[in-house]
């Protein structure tokens, strides 16, 4: 573990081919129930090799035992109903297929915290888990019940806050909360988005993430991010409400990206995982490309704060591409470390 700009990913890598369609969002399982489970595991073996083979210092489960960073989690919650399926505008930008609140929801038994015993006991490394943040998850399925966005938003904070505790309790050291929407809902995040993840993050003594991108690489994502316009100043709206916020770490996307990096500085005092690595686009990011991103991210925040990171989920790539692209994070964070000690 690299004690100076320690590297980790955004959160998901992508599934080898026997257990999931490549390059497929939502792809169902390939592998029998009864073969599901030890399937699930040995992918999570083999993404955490990858990390390793890459010198990632803080390492995840890639997120090989879920289907999606957000259903897979409110498909373990009582009150939603995965049958009755509606589809709903999601990031006010494309359709998908989403399950319904019907009833009062709950957490009746843990959803992630086998998984992370699990991939704890293989390793001694830092262990970051990401959970999907209560904005996220209330945008992400269609409420028949709470009739109320910020509601339902407070309703799955306390939630998340008794799975946050069991994974602490496993061994997780950086808890990550994924919120794409901030970056869509301004005002809600302004007037209770930051709010109510912090009542998500309550209690909590481990370090707290919270991973706010421009989505995955998928066409309607690239599509939208053709409209942003030359400067991407969304962080601009919610930096400052995060800077106030009892939150850690703040994880961005950042290269080849319209994020103008002086944004930062509106975060000052957090620590900040700037992606280096650009999950929208198969070229292999050299080394060296990795450390100028870096270097850019230097100039407004301290070293000890920076931690090297890719911009979002790789889940969507090919796995030969995702696994150099690791490759290459891990290797432009050593160029870089070693200038900062040279
Ligand atoms: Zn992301």
Request: some cysteine; charged content about 25%.
């Amino acid at each position: 573990m690299n004690a100076l700009l320690p590297t980790s990913t955004a959160g998901s890598l992508p599934k080898p081919s026997w257990l999931a369609q490549p390059e497929t969002l939502w792809s169902e399982w390939k592998l029998p129930d009864d073969e599901l489970a030890e399937g699930k595991r040995d992918a999570l073996r083999l993404s955490l090799a990858d990390q390793r083979d890459a010198g990632i210092d803080i390492v995840s489960d890639g997120e090989q035992t879920r289907q999606h960073f957000v259903t897979t989690f409110i498909e373990h919650l009582g009150g939603v109903d995965f049958e009755k399926r509606e589809t709903v505008r999601i990031r006010n930008r494309y359709d998908a297929s989403v399950p319904t609140v019907v009833g009062a929801v709950s957490r009746d038994r843990p959803v992630f915290v086998d998984d992370a015993r699990f991939l704890r006991a293989q390793t001694d490394q830092p262990i970051k888990w990401a959970l999907p943040g209560p904005m996220t998850m209330i945008d992400t399925l269609y409420d028949a019940h709470y009739g109320s966005r910020e509601k339902l938003a407070w309703e799955f904070a306390g939630i998340l806050n008794q799975e946050a505790k069991e994974l602490q309790a496993a061994g997780v050291d950086i808890i990550q909360f994924d919120e794409p929407a901030f970056n869509v809902f301004f005002d809600e995040v302004k007037d209770w988005g930051v709010a109510v993840l912090e009542r998500a993050t309550e209690g909590l003594t481990c370090d707290t993430a919270v991973h706010v991108c421009y989505g995955y690489g998928i066409k309607a994502n690239t599509d939208w991010k053709q409209t942003l316009g030359a400067e991407w100043r969304q962080y601009e709206e919610i930096f400052p409400k995060l800077q106030e916020s009892s939150i850690d770490i703040v994880s961005l996307e950042c290269h080849n990206s319209h994020v103008p990096l002086e944004l930062i500085e509106l975060i000052r005092g957090k620590k900040v995982m700037v992606g280096a690595i650009d999950v929208a686009s198969t070229h292999i990011e050299t080394p060296d490309e990795v450390a100028a991103t870096l270097r850019r991210a230097l100039q407004f925040v301290d070293a000890d704060h920076l931690y090297p990171s890719t911009n979002c989920g790789m889940a969507p790539l090919r796995r030969s591409v995702a696994r150099a692209k690791l490759q290459a994070l891990g290797a432009g964070a050593a160029i870089v470390r070693q200038e900062l000690s040279d």
